[in-house]
């Protein structure tokens, strides 16, 4: 019998020590809650708030990492190897985009891979490798990954919960083609007793606006009855999505191209840190700014940015956005031209207005300006904070400035700093 060791000999505390002691040899395994191996003297007053520990036998955490590539920056990913070790979780996910990819050349392309095993190498755990449209966008991208990865889809059980990867470039780009959606329902249907179940995809599928086409209406018929989180990247933009009374996390990056404006703006390097309770997962977002080492130095490492889109010069263009005379908090503006030729509108530079209307544009790095050009105007007020224009949102502003070809609002801007009032009317 374990004992418990007593700071004095009062009656009282031999008394709340015993009864510990004899609930820890009730059994011969730890349940739930069990005190343990703590060895402490219970009084009739204490300084501790319970000894009820987080102790419990089916518990674990795992970390998810994001995009790393898409003009990625130098010395993310390959310091945040370092950083998630500092954190030791059980093993590592991630949601794809390791390569910058896109090229056809075979030595190329083993460069890249090269490159993204000498870190991974690096983890002090497993690392699951999930495939995204940079890693799978051509033939010779699936070749270079068979050979060297081989499965693109596959599943695992660790403790009761099921871990599914899938594979958002499956016969053509946001797809789960037939042979994929048939591999999802065997999972499932082989391990419908887990306590929770895990996907990760790359591209957030479920935003296409053909689910039945694209194939993801047939993963989330097999998925129906069941408890479980999906997780994505491919945006670069933290986003937290409820569907069929499930979350959907939208992963921001750990090192791939973003405007790094910030948790407002869901864009931001990190990992996601996940609780497998007994019932249910925790899910942190654990920014990598803020795991630092005891000495707080991280190491140094070698790893080479890659430029993004060629860019243009920019200038510097704030403003303040009213409706009906009143400051609009919270509220996306957008800066969009035609592309000539083609005549698609395309956003440029947008951002999002503080508590006093006023914002400041985006391009290419954090309030970094605007092109000089003309532009129409669009400006959105969505419930969840920043819209990037890309997914349908509710619209908390009159409906007619959501729309570049009915806003009405226009804005030139000059090789000079610009400071714009964009007047709304809700009537």
């Not at 036998?57 to 790393?68: G, L």
């Not at 991630?94 to 890249?112: C, H, M, N, R």
């Not at 000089?372 to 908390?396: M, R």
Request: aromatic residues 10%; glycine residues 10%; neutral net charge.
């Amino acid at each position: 019998m374990r004992r418990l060791i007593l700071a004095g000999g009062v009656a009282a505390l031999l008394v709340a020590a015993v009864a510990v002691s004899r609930s820890r040899t009730a059994s011969t395994a730890p349940t739930p809650g069990d005190p343990g191996d703590i060895k402490v003297a219970v009084g009739d007053k204490n300084p501790w708030t319970s000894l009820k520990l987080n102790n419990d036998p089916a518990q674990f955490a795992f970390a998810v990492v994001s995009d790393r590539t898409g003009g990625h920056r130098a010395n993310v990913f390959s310091r945040a190897v370092h950083q998630v070790n500092l954190l030791q979780p059980t093993f590592v996910m991630s949601v794809g985009d390791l390569i910058e990819g896109y090229t056809t050349k075979a030595d190329k392309l083993a460069e890249q891979w090269d490159e993204l095993d000498s870190f991974t190498r690096k983890f002090q755990m497993p690392f699951f490798y999930v495939g995204g449209n940079h890693d799978l966008g051509n033939k010779e991208e699936g070749v270079a990954w068979d050979q060297r990865y081989g499965r693109k889809h596959y599943h695992f059980v660790y403790k009761d919960v099921l871990f599914l990867v899938t594979n958002s470039e499956d016969v053509t780009a946001t797809t789960i083609g037939a042979e994929q959606k048939a591999y999802v329902k065997k999972a499932l249907d082989e391990n419908k007793g887990v306590r929770w179940t895990f996907v990760f995809v790359h591209k957030p599928i479920w935003t296409g606006k053909d689910l039945e086409k694209n194939g993801w209406a047939d993963v989330e018929r097999s998925l129906a009855g069941r408890k479980y989180t999906v997780f994505c990247g491919h945006v670069h933009k933290y986003q937290k999505y409820v569907r069929n009374g499930m979350n959907y996390y939208q992963l921001a990056t750990t090192g791939g191209g973003s405007r790094m404006r910030g948790p407002e703006y869901g864009e931001f390097d990190h990992v996601a840190w996940v609780t497998m309770k007994a019932d249910a997962p925790v899910v942190a977002n654990v920014l990598l700014d803020g795991v630092l080492p005891e000495d707080l130095k991280l190491p140094e490492v070698n790893e080479p940015s890659v430029p993004g889109k060629k860019r243009q010069k920019v200038f510097a263009v704030a403003g303040t956005v009213t409706l009906d005379g009143k400051p609009v908090a919270g509220a996306t503006v957008r800066f969009v031209n035609t592309i000539p030729l083609t005549g698609k509108l395309v956003n440029v530079a947008d951002g999002l207005t503080d508590a006093a209307g006023r914002f400041q544009l985006t391009t290419y790095t954090k309030f970094d300006g605007c092109p000089a050009g003309e532009y129409a105007v669009v400006v959105v007020k969505a419930a969840g904070g920043f819209d990037e224009g890309e997914t349908e949102t509710k619209n908390l502003l009159p409906e007619k400035y959501a729309k570049p070809t009915t806003s009405g609002l226009k804005v030139t801007v000059k090789e000079e700093a610009t400071d714009v009032t964009l007047e709304l009317s809700g009537k």
